[in-house]
């Protein structure tokens, strides 16, 4: 393998591009046919039905510093700069994803898998110095060629859809058309202000702080959707996590509580003109003769293969005092 420019390849990451290993990597795939996928068997063969091609495996990686982050302590609300920093690696790691696609000229990218890590924990409850976690971003899918998707040339649709969803979507006269995705940190101040001495119920702090966190991610996935022209946002991942942290003012026993909430979703829309395809040919139903008690390939059910052939004796006997009666 020829040498590569180290430096061109760094600036072009840097600028949110593709490393130059990668771009020969796809080059290499598409001169080709033989092509890697994340797809399993059976939606490999589906997929084909509806005229879906798989090219190629497609990935994007982000490792995002989310660095130092003004005070906030004695405050309720979202932490802007942690959600905008996990909205931009999600961005980056999905635009790299999406570059690939285009290098590979797909349609569509299906089967995408998404996968986030905290690589480094930042130190919680000391105000300026709060933050300083190190996160990875990354998303795995499916370059396809699907013509009958209605889109500007080379411009991929991403989605999270299976490759059966995107066979039953199509058959039904569905199309993708864009891939709608939030974060939000939401932070509560004294979650129990009572502290010990608090009365038994519901924490009302904390469920408003969730009720707000989804609230603000489900109104982004909303405004997503219709700029991509979307009638349905299918397919939906919604995560939510909730978990103490230090207060950060010294001798303070009262522990705050941040909500996070993470939500991906495939827009879909109808497909203009649709005409229903042929009905799907159906194999019959096919029985199996196996004797009661026993499993496939020849393992038997612990205890019961004793059982079946009492049963057989008995069913002899009964059959043999029959005749000797008539």
Sequence with gaps: MPPI????????????GLPLRARERLADETSHRLFTSDLRVNEFLVSREIQCQPISQVMGSSIYHIGKIPDYKGATGEIEAISQAHRESRGRALSRLYQEA???????????????????????????DD??????????GTAVRA????????????????????????????EPCGFPFDFCRYHVWHVMRGGAWSPGGEVTSAHQAIEAARTSVEASIEKQAKNFGAEFVVGSDIKVTAKEVPCGFRECELNDLDVDVSWFGTAIRRIPDFKPPHQANVPPLVLGMIKLGQKKRGDFIEGEEDESKKLEELAAKMEENASEGQ
């Design 147 to 174: 013509p009958w998707i209605t889109k500007p040339q080379n411009t991929p649709i991403i989605t999270d859809l299976t490759g059966q969803d995107f066979w039953a979507l199509a058959r039904e006269g569905f």
């Design 5 to 16: 420019d180290l430096q061109q390849s760094l600036y072009a990451v840097s600028e949110g």
């Design 102 to 128: 285009q290098l590979v000229r797909a349609d569509a990218v299906i089967g995408v898998r998404l996968q986030e890590r905290l690589i480094t924990v930042g130190s919680h409850g000391k105000g300026g």
């Design 131 to 140: 933050g300083d976690e190190v996160i990875e971003f990354t998303v795995v």
